[in-house]
């Protein structure tokens, strides 16, 4: 046998082997998201990927071809290319009959080192290492070879793929079904946060996706207007006062009560009292008063969102544990959660966080914990504490 095609073996088996490998792993970790993207532009082999992997019972018959084919490749190795390759090899070692049994075991020696490390190296390590890294690439670029290899092998590929199924069976391991693919919001939360060093995701979309994720979850507590911050809107106001309380607060609702802030009977949107107050006549804030809901201070603030948006309302009072008021929230404070804080050119107040220097800034009391850290990357923490203010108090 030629030395010439005995390489040509080895080289066609490990490629074969390098193959399989780099195909099983850029198929699994490539996003199917992209190769969607791809394929809907047009890109052939985005779906012929997409079809090997589209359901898991293709990924089963996939990983099944992918097997058998680097199973194979490697007994091919052992079997018939070392031992080829070691009767090659004699010669090289000495003639002589005593020399003969000692020249076949270096060469066997020989060729399964290097074998081994041709296999290790060059069919395993060099491919996984491809395929981790470049999984869109490689997945596009080994489609065909693996679907040619599918073919081939059909019926070694469903008698594999068919006995490992059965003996899952009998061992009752249950798959786990399409939804097994779908992401947690822990895992879209951490994928998030792997973006953000790297660039591939900006800084402020990086805050709107955190923030986002963060709502599902946020109490309302932690996004209303402080009982302290509450301008409202006396019940037995007259037109005059509240002409000057319009003047001074610039609100575009108000939360109308009788006595203090715990008994509140509705809420006043600036434009109803604009075509009513005329300094000198009666005004009855009450009649006016539209209903206004009552929210307890523990509800999350995605609940408080969907209320808005069921009884077309923007603005809902916040009650604490005794039934008293703790605050009121809008919708304005609702997005600003996620998109941040929108002023118009009617807001003359300061910006909540303003970086002074490198080493110095400057901080409203009622700015959040969550914001300063994730402004300063710091990670600031307080006992029932959730503002600046709160934990300067406690400290």
């Known amino acids: 046998m030629s030395w010439l095609f005995l390489a040509l073996v080895v080289a066609l088996l490990i490629f074969i082997n390098g193959v399989c490998v780099a195909a099983e792993l850029s198929l699994v970790g490539a996003r199917r998201s992209r190769l969607q993207s791809l394929a809907d532009g047009g890109n052939r082999s985005a779906g012929h990927v997409l079809a090997l992997t589209g359901s898991f019972r293709a990924l089963d018959r996939t990983m099944a071809t992918a097997q058998v084919g680097i199973t194979l490749s490697s007994l091919g190795l052992g079997m018939y290319a070392e031992e080829s390759l070691a009767q090659a090899l004699v010669p090289l070692f000495g003639t002589s009959v005593m020399s003969s049994v000692t020249a076949h075991g270096v060469a066997s020696t020989v060729t399964v080192v290097l074998l081994t490390y041709l296999h290790a190296v060059v069919g395993e390590m060099i491919p996984k ?13 080994l489609q065909g070879p693996l679907r040619a290899i599918r073919t081939l092998l059909a019926p070694l590929v469903l008698l594999v793929d068919g006995a490992s199924a059965g003996i899952l069976r009998l061992l009752r391991v249950r798959t786990v079904g399409e939804r097994g693919r779908a992401h947690t919001l822990q895992e879209i939360q951490s994928l998030v946060e792997e973006s ?18 963060e709502f599902e979850d946020l109490p309302v507590r932690k996004v209303m207007v402080p009982r302290n911050s509450v301008v409202g809107l006396p019940v037995e106001a007259s037109a005059e006062e509240v002409l000057e309380i319009l003047r001074k607060t610039s609100h575009t609702r108000y939360p109308v009560f009788e006595g203090d802030l715990d008994h509140i009977v509705g809420f006043l949107h600036v434009k109803q009292l604009l075509g009513v107050l005329c300094p000198g006549d009666p005004i009855d804030l009450r009649a006016l008063a539209r209903p206004v809901p009552l929210v307890p201070e523990t509800a999350r603030a995605r609940r408080v969102l969907r209320r808005f948006r069921e009884e077309r309302v923007h603005l809902a009072v916040i009650l604490d544990e005794h039934g008293g008021t703790a605050g009121v929230v809008t919708l304005q404070d609702l997005l600003a959660e996620i998109f941040g804080e929108v002023q118009d050119e009617f807001d003359a107040e300061e910006p909540s966080i303003r970086r002074l220097s490198q080493r110095t800034a400057l901080l409203r009391g009622s700015v959040r914990l969550e914001e300063v850290n994730d402004e300063f990357g710091l990670n600031l923490a307080g006992r029932f504490v959730d503002t600046v203010a709160g934990l300067i108090l406690q400290e």
Do not use: K, S, Y
């Not at 890294?133 to 997945?139: L, Q, V």
């Not at 800084?203 to 955190?210: D, E, G």
């Open 129 to 141: 290492t491809v395929a981790l890294h470049h999984p869109i690439r490689t997945a596009l670029l």
């Open 196 to 213: 953000a060093p790297t660039g591939t995701v900006a800084r402020r979309q990086t805050r709107m996706l955190r923030n986002l994720l």
